[in-house]
């Protein structure tokens, strides 16, 4: 690097940083430090080959397996023209951008993740310091611009830009473009590792009983289903809703809490216990977290078709699905 940019780059660092809370800037040096202590690529891939375009993407060594885009990535992904690593920031400070993006898409943008891209066993020139984001970011981005542009809020010199943030969403939703990054990559889940994640919810002696549900989430699908209230207990229909709309979608976790609920119940609960005496901590929250967001969905659908569509596409994010 020439010493005439490294005085600008310092300058725009400086500048960054000051419009910074404290709490985003301790944030950002704790990645560096991340970066600089022990943050690194195990596996490393390319979406040229899958998908034709030329994005470099990383599974990092954090307990998370972090699937990662380079930041030059998600500007080629995006197709900005020029400016290399720089190219995603630049945009975002557009008026526009700012402006369909907001606030917190474009704070994770000015802090990305720092982490050695140096892939330990290849034979390969050395990198240094990668600069790249969460693959979730991606998809947040591109659905913020279409959203803008259906909005009419778009320039018409950005209809490319659009155009492939559409593709982006059309190829890859944010549940499945992990998995991607994984194969891409060349990095194979156990199962073990798929298991150990889960146990995170899930601890080995049932929790005591604590009422989780909010009675308003059940008059909500009396209301929608049309279903009469008995005097003693519950409808047994409610046991399927809990099912579908609240366990199975708890924490993305595509049914494996729930299962793992039911065998730890299984093996160590009596007859009479409720699933959710069976989750961890860290279960309950992600439980309340899910209670709280089919209650709002609820309060705010007039239907149960509404309802269900909203379920389909904003819990499960698809486009069709069909419940019992």
């Not at 800037?25 to 034709?52: C, V």
Request: glycine share 10%; proline share 3%.
């Amino acid at each position: 690097m020439s010493e005439e940019k490294k005085p600008k780059r310092a300058a725009g660092a400086k500048a960054l940083a000051a419009k910074m809370t404290p709490e985003e800037r301790a944030s950002r040096a704790k990645k560096g430090a991340a970066a600089r202590w022990g943050l690194k690529a195990t596996h490393k891939g390319n979406f040229l080959e899958a998908l034709g375009v030329d994005v470099d993407c990383y599974v990092l060594n954090d307990i998370e397996k972090t699937a990662v885009i380079s930041q030059r990535g998600m500007a080629s992904a995006l197709q900005l023209g020029g400016g290399g690593g720089t190219a995603l920031p630049r945009f975002i400070e557009g008026k526009t951008a700012s402006k369909a993006l907001g606030a917190e898409i474009s704070k994770k943008v000015a802090s990305p993740l720092i982490f050695k891209g140096d892939i330990p066993g290849v034979n390969a020139p050395p990198i240094g310091d990668v600069h790249g984001y969460d693959v979730g970011l991606l998809i947040d981005i591109c659905k913020a611009l279409v959203l803008a542009n259906a909005k009419g809020e778009m320039l018409k010199s950005q209809a490319n830009i659009v155009a492939q943030a559409n593709v982006i969403l059309a190829a890859s939703a944010k549940a499945g473009i992990q998995g991607l990054v994984y194969a891409l990559a060349g990095y194979d889940r156990t199962k073990e590792e798929v298991i150990e994640a889960y146990k995170l919810y899930v601890r080995e002696e049932a929790r005591e009983y604590e009422k989780e549900f909010s009675p308003n989430l059940y008059e909500q699908w009396y209301r929608l289903y049309g279903i009469a209230q008995y005097e003693r207990g519950r409808p047994w229909e409610f046991r399927y809703l809990t099912i579908d709309h609240i366990y199975r979608p708890l924490a993305n976790s595509h049914g494996k809490v729930f299962d793992l609920a039911k065998l730890n119940k299984a093996e160590n609960g009596e007859k009479g216990e409720k699933i959710h005496q069976f989750l961890s901590e860290i279960g309950v929250k992600a439980l309340r977290t899910q209670v709280g967001m089919i209650l709002g969905i609820a309060t705010v659908s007039d239907t149960r078709e509404q309802y269900e569509k909203y379920i389909t596409e904003k819990v499960y994010g698809q486009k069709e699905l069909k419940f019992d």
